[in-house]
């Protein structure tokens, strides 16, 4: 900042002439916030133009409306900022989310053939909307389906593994089954 911006500025806010702002500059070498102080003590100061502030306790003195409207305007502000990036995100990954949903393939097979394919993202759809859907995937193992997610992700093949175990274990459940019918008959 320029010595003429500060001699304007501490006019300003201390309510002095050029002279007096600029006298009160040179004496604080030019540090705007001496200058208003060392005016305040030489008694040279407007107080009514002049914010007060305290530190002390006590009660509050009364608010400009401006400071009122800005205080108003700078919270409804924020609230938005708050929210509207909280929504941004959302918005974001939910994007992601989808997009990798039609990314992947959800893959039903039977004794090597593929009998469905879908979007992986209409198999959680049908999950979360139709109760019965898990149950379904459940009894077409035991029928010797065989369930896999085809995509880009590295966390299918760790869901591949899972549903590979769950087959095995609903072929293992069936012998069991099968073998136990056997023997009673």
């Given at each position: 900042?320029e010595?003429?911006?500060?001699?304007?500025?501490?006019?300003?806010?201390?309510?002095?002439?050029?002279?007096?702002?600029?006298n009160?500059l040179?004496?604080?070498?030019?540090?705007?916030?001496?200058?208003?102080?060392?005016l305040?003590?030489?008694?040279?100061?407007?107080?009514?133009?002049?914010?007060?502030?305290?530190?002390?306790?006590?009660q509050?003195?009364p608010v400009s409306?401006?400071?009122e409207?800005?205080?108003?305007?700078?919270?409804?502000?924020?609230?938005?900022?708050?929210f509207?990036?909280?929504?941004?995100?959302?918005?974001?990954?939910?994007?992601s989310i989808?997009?990798?949903?039609f990314?992947?393939?959800?893959i039903a097979?039977?004794?090597?053939?593929?009998?469905v394919?879908?979007?992986?993202?209409l198999v959680i759809?049908g999950?979360?909307?139709?109760g019965a859907?898990?149950?379904?995937?459940?009894?077409?193992l035991?029928?010797?389906?065989?369930?896999?997610?085809?995509?880009?992700?590295?966390?299918?093949?760790?869901?591949?593994?899972a549903?590979d175990?769950?087959?095995?274990m609903a072929?293992?459940?069936?012998?069991?089954?099968?073998k136990?019918?056997?023997?009673?008959?």
């Amino acid at each position: 900042m320029e010595k003429l911006e500060k001699v304007e500025l501490v006019r300003e806010k201390a309510g002095v002439t050029f002279e007096e702002a600029r006298n009160a500059l040179e004496a604080c070498d030019y540090d705007v916030l001496d200058a208003i102080v060392w005016l305040e003590r030489a008694g040279k100061v407007d107080m009514p133009k002049t914010a007060r502030y305290a530190t002390t306790a006590g009660q509050a003195g009364p608010v400009s409306p401006e400071m009122e409207q800005a205080q108003t305007e700078y919270r409804e502000q924020s609230r938005k900022t708050k929210f509207g990036e909280t929504w941004d995100k959302f918005r974001h990954q939910a994007r992601s989310i989808i997009r990798s949903g039609f990314d992947m393939t959800f893959i039903a097979e039977r004794h090597g053939d593929r009998v469905v394919a879908l979007p992986l993202i209409l198999v959680i759809i049908g999950l979360l909307a139709w109760g019965a859907s898990l149950w379904l995937l459940i009894i077409g193992l035991f029928f010797g389906f065989r369930y896999r997610i085809e995509g880009a992700s590295p966390v299918t093949f760790d869901v591949n593994d899972a549903m590979d175990k769950a087959a095995g274990m609903a072929e293992s459940i069936k012998r069991d089954f099968t073998k136990d019918n056997e023997t009673n008959e």
